[in-house]
């Protein structure tokens, strides 16, 4: 019988110019000095923090310019308790977001992360809600602002904070933002977002309301993430297109779990440095090679076989389209976005054996279709150098 639990934030807004609501959205949360937590390019803050001074709210920026870290994790709640900052607004891409999430929740629990962090830490439950946080992603990528983890690096590995209590209490999209996202960025974003919809349409754990969402997602991803690299985001329904397949990713990784292209990304990100969507781009397609041969070969009667002839006729847009079909379609985005390969992050044939063992054991390998052999993942990031 189909059972299946949902865990969503109660509070999305979507919809060009609505980063303007933001001072409201604070405010309702009783937010009176809020700590702005951006990417790398903290200016891009400076219209929302004039508009929270403008609103009474006091602000000031946190900075996260490379992948989010428990260190960074840890300087963000410190600085919470110096500034009696009483609200976390995440205004930046997946890291910005992420470490806004875990350090709101732990601005108020004072536990270090390793208290709760999986693989690497105690694996401790979230017992007590944080600070009011509001999530407002600047590209089209990883979906944080409705994920109840947040995954932070350390120790050369990447593992996840996992509790309801880190879903913002407002995640607020604004397809607007976008504009002037670099082209390298557009590419990596995309193919994760892309990845976290294919990921749970085949997942074990996928149930009909992820199906919905993973279906519309590919869709929109498909009909424009190769142009927006081409064109950039000056289409107003590319950008919608893309910030609809970014969100629509990320409830359905909170809610089906993902599968090898997310496995190795925990694996191979951390001992790379490489940021997180260019590890998915660069593995993505090989990862559903060998998926589709391990099902054919091991599972023939799998049902995730027969969603993969549906996938491969979400992406081409062709009835009669087969697996092999999708696999040649990924393969040829792959090379239009100018994915790197994993080799010009550092990594050669003699750290492949260290990446294949630590994506063993990441949490994303079990919604994976199938159980994946040592020697199956060891060709995937072979294939992906």
Same mark, same amino acid.
């Given at each position: 019988?189909?059972?299946?639990?949902?865990?969503?934030?109660?509070?999305?807004?979507?919809?060009?110019?609505?980063?303007?609501?933001?001072?409201?959205?604070?405010?309702?949360?009783?937010?009176?000095?809020?700590?702005?937590?951006?990417?790398?390019?903290?200016?891009?803050?400076?219209?929302?923090?004039?508009?929270?001074?403008?609103?009474?709210?006091?602000?000031?920026?946190?900075?996260?310019?490379?992948?989010?870290?428990?260190?960074?994790?840890?300087?963000?709640?410190?600085?919470?308790?110096?500034?009696?900052?009483?609200?976390?607004?995440?205004?930046?891409?997946?890291?910005?977001?992420?470490?806004?999430?875990?350090?709101?929740?732990?601005?108020?629990?004072?536990?270090?992360?390793?208290?709760?962090?999986?693989?690497?830490?105690?694996?401790?439950?979230?017992?007590?809600?944080?600070?009011?946080?509001?999530?407002?992603?600047?590209?089209?990528?990883?979906?944080?602002?409705?994920?109840?983890?947040?995954?932070?690096?350390?120790?050369?590995?990447?593992?996840?904070?996992?509790?309801?209590?880190?879903?913002?209490?407002?995640?607020?999209?604004?397809?607007?933002?976008?504009?002037?996202?670099?082209?390298?960025?557009?590419?990596?974003?995309?193919?994760?977002?892309?990845?976290?919809?294919?990921?749970?349409?085949?997942?074990?754990?996928?149930?009909?309301?992820?199906?919905?969402?993973?279906?519309?997602?590919?869709?929109?991803?498909?009909? @424009?993430?190769? /142009?927006?690299?081409?064109?950039?985001?000056? +289409?107003?329904? #590319? $950008? &919608?297109?893309? =910030?609809?397949?970014?969100?629509?990713?990320?409830?359905?990784?909170?809610?089906?779990?993902?599968?090898?292209?997310?496995?190795?990304?925990?694996?191979?990100?951390?001992?790379?440095?490489?940021?997180?969507?260019?590890?998915?781009?660069?593995?993505?397609?090989?990862?559903?090679?060998?998926?589709?041969?391990?099902?054919?070969?091991?599972?023939?009667?799998?049902?995730?076989?027969?969603?993969?002839?549906?996938?491969?006729?979400?992406?081409?847009?062709?009835?009669?389209?087969?697996?092999?079909?999708?696999?040649?379609?990924?393969?040829?985005?792959?090379?239009?976005?100018?994915?790197?390969?994993?080799?010009?992050?550092?990594?050669?044939?003699?750290?492949?054996?260290?990446?294949?063992?630590?994506?063993?054991?990441? @949490?994303?390998? /079990?919604?994976?279709?199938?159980?994946?052999? +040592?020697?199956? #993942? $060891? &060709?995937?990031? =072979?294939?992906?150098?």
């Amino acid at each position: 019988m189909l059972q299946f639990q949902l865990t969503v934030p109660t509070d999305i807004r979507f919809g060009a110019g609505r980063v303007s609501e933001i001072p409201d959205a604070l405010a309702g949360l009783g937010a009176s000095r809020v700590l702005v937590v951006t990417g790398r390019s903290a200016s891009r803050a400076d219209g929302v923090r004039a508009a929270l001074t403008d609103a009474d709210i006091a602000s000031m920026v946190f900075q996260v310019a490379a992948e989010p870290s428990i260190e960074r994790v840890r300087t963000a709640v410190e600085l919470l308790a110096e500034t009696g900052c009483d609200a976390v607004l995440g205004f930046g891409g997946g890291s910005a977001l992420d470490v806004a999430k875990a350090a709101a929740v732990l601005a108020t629990s004072g536990k270090d992360p390793l208290e709760h962090l999986e693989v690497i830490g105690a694996g401790r439950p979230i017992e007590s809600p944080g600070l009011p946080c509001v999530a407002v992603p600047t590209t089209a990528g990883t979906g944080s602002e409705v994920t109840r983890n947040s995954v932070l690096s350390g120790s050369g590995v990447k593992a996840s904070l996992r509790s309801p209590l880190l879903l913002p209490r407002v995640a607020l999209v604004d397809p607007d933002l976008l504009v002037g996202v670099p082209r390298p960025t557009i590419a990596a974003s995309g193919m994760d977002a892309l990845s976290q919809l294919i990921e749970p349409l085949l997942s074990q754990r996928a149930n009909p309301f992820t199906d919905a969402l993973a279906r519309e997602g590919i869709r929109r991803s498909a009909r @424009s993430l190769r /142009r927006a690299y081409q064109e950039g985001m000056e +289409d107003a329904g #590319v $950008r &919608e297109d893309l =910030a609809l397949a970014s969100l629509f990713s990320g409830m359905c990784l909170a809610n089906s779990g993902l599968g090898a292209v997310h496995g190795l990304a925990a694996a191979a990100g951390a001992r790379l440095s490489a940021p997180h969507g260019a590890v998915c781009a660069a593995v993505l397609a090989a990862a559903m090679e060998i998926n589709l041969q391990a099902l054919h070969d091991r599972a023939p009667e799998h049902p995730a076989l027969q969603r993969m002839v549906e996938l491969a006729t979400l992406l081409t847009g062709r009835p009669d389209a087969t697996p092999e079909d999708a696999l040649a379609w990924l393969q040829d985005l792959t090379a239009a976005l100018t994915i790197p390969g994993l080799a010009s992050y550092g990594l050669d044939e003699a750290g492949i054996e260290a990446v294949v063992a630590a994506a063993q054991k990441a @949490s994303s390998m /079990r919604g994976n279709p199938i159980e994946l052999r +040592d020697e199956e #993942v $060891r &060709e995937i990031v =072979a294939r992906s150098l």
